[in-house]
């Protein structure tokens, strides 16, 4: 038995890729974050989980109908070069002596396959928050350890982007995400996003990408709005109703919400005066 699955397909408002030329071909949703605890809710998003068709990734599709693609410093891990991306267009992929037209995609040619790194860092394709409800298919529900935080410096300090003082260093000087959970827990409204567009609370895009995390304001009540609420097209953000069906069950239960919360204060409390 096959399925064709639409969002892999140009059938329709859906599909956004051909059968299959490889342009854009990720079906994608978007995960809301909690930092330590259910009242910490992150202005930031991260557009997973993701499907892409097999014929469109490295090692199963076939190689000889799509073209390998530059990438930086030739390794294989890398970001592809300027003239192999969806923002630029593919313009490697166009006729030199011809130059595209904006937004423009030659429409006789396919476009390389994705490899892991590909598919985890680049866009384009099908995003569910376009035009489906809930918004949010899933949650990150990040540093939710117990009172005793030397277990996630601990963590800091061997996984994947070592910190090397990471047992020693001010928590609020460990990454962003951490520094975030702290101002929570210390009821620091300084970055709190209400409602609209992210940028709201930032002057630049560098400061965003280089500053302090924004906090979501209202944070599980935005959340229940957002996905069962009629949501903004240009802002995504919710504006009515809402059945709880956003958080996880257990974000549900008022006197966990407060227990759990109280437990990061403290922890955060303890590891400040240790």
Known sequence: QTCDVPQFTSNGKRGKDGHNRCVTPKVYGLVAIFEGSPKCVSSEEIYH?????????EGIGDGTLHPKPSRYENVSTNWRTDDYTF???YEALHNPNNPPPP?????NVTFP????????????????????LPLYIGWHI???????LTVMRKKYLTYGHP????????????????????RCSNNDSTYELEKGSVMKVYKSMEDRR?????????GLDFLKEANYGKVDSTTGTGTTGGDGGAVP???????????RHGELVASVEKDERE
């Open 113 to 132: 396959l994705w490899n892991a790194a590909d598919f985890r860092r680049c866009s384009g394709g099908y995003f569910y928050g376009d035009d489906t």
């Open 142 to 148: 990040h540093n939710f350890f117990d009172t005793d």
């Open 103 to 107: 937004k423009h995609l030659p429409s």
């Open 163 to 182: 910190i090397s003082d990471a047992l020693t260093k001010p928590l609020s000087d460990m990454n962003r995400e951490v520094n975030l959970m702290v």
């Open 49 to 57: 989980p993701a499907l892409m068709i097999g014929e469109c990734i």
């Open 249 to 259: 069950l257990a974000f549900r239960i008022a006197e966990y919400v407060v227990a």
């Open 87 to 89: 923002k630029t267009y």
């Open 210 to 218: 280089k500053g302090p995390i924004a906090l979501r304001k209202g």
